[in-house]
């Protein structure tokens, strides 16, 4: 059974970078999708992008200007990067495999934007 | 980019039959969008019900079925139960290997 595991700060500084890992056990990372969804306070879903294992990425357009995502196969982790951090990012972060169907998802982090 | 659109909330009698629906801004939406449900409790990752426009995944109730309705992508769910009170998002695929939320829909069962 494959399972993901959000992990990284909290609370971050605005202005500064939020930065996020997630790690995958119980199959491999390799050749499948692993995407980054983020859930504001008491609104919707919003999907910020995804990467393929080999690196490839695609980005949600309101947020490419700001996001980088890595990929680090041999530690089975995937990373999420978000530069320029307002009080609008604040939210619960997921991430998921996003190769249909889709199946797994981890359990999301709430990161607060707040000096 | 497009925006996705579902009704903010829905009431359902325990036991009765509700159809929750995706609209998308750019026109009909087909299976050319692989429509996704998925189901969102509080404080819980979200829960993938269908996929394809009418997949199942081996854990979604039978009660739940999706399907093209009308130009849009929908969700029914028939007999209802009180565990299926959460909130409901579909989400769309465009050119480009983009996808889009729809902005969900909370369910009531009462």
């Known amino acids: 059974q494959v399972q993901l595991q959000e992990s990284g700060p909290g609370l971050v500084e605005p202005s500064e970078t939020l930065s996020l890992t997630c790690t995958v056990s119980?199959?491999?990372?390799?050749?499948?999708?692993w995407s980054w969804i983020r859930q504001p306070p008491g609104k919707g879903l919003e999907w910020i992008g995804y990467?393929?294992?080999?690196?490839?990425?695609n980005y949600n357009p309101s947020l490419k200007s700001r996001v980088t995502m890595s990929v680090d196969t041999s530690r089975n982790q995937f990373s999420l990067h978000l530069r320029s951090v307002t009080a609008a990012d604040t939210a619960v972060y997921f991430c998921?495999?996003?190769?249909?169907?889709?199946?797994?998802w981890g359990r999301g982090t709430l990161v607060t934007v707040s000096s | 980019q497009a925006v996705v659109t579902q009704e903010p909330s829905l009431t359902v009698s325990p036991g009765g039959t509700v159809t929750l629906t995706c609209g998308s801004s750019t026109g009909t939406v087909t299976a050319a969008h692989y429509p996704y449900w998925f189901q969102k409790r509080p404080g819980q990752a979200p829960k993938t019900l269908i996929y394809?426009?009418?997949n199942r995944q081996p854990w979604t109730p039978a009660r739940f079925s999706g399907s093209l309705l009308g130009g849009k992508a929908a969700l029914t769910l028939s007999g209802a139960q009180p565990e299926d009170e959460a909130e409901y998002y579909c989400?769309?695929?465009?050119?480009?290997?983009?996808?889009?939320f729809g902005g969900g829909t909370k369910l009531t069962v009462l």
């Open positions: 998921a495999r996003d190769s249909p169907p889709r199946d797994f």
């Open positions: 989400l769309l695929s465009y050119s480009g290997a983009r996808v889009v």
């Open positions: 394809d426009t009418n």
């Open positions: 990467i393929y294992s080999t690196g490839i990425t």
């Open positions: 119980g199959g491999s990372i390799s050749r499948f999708y």
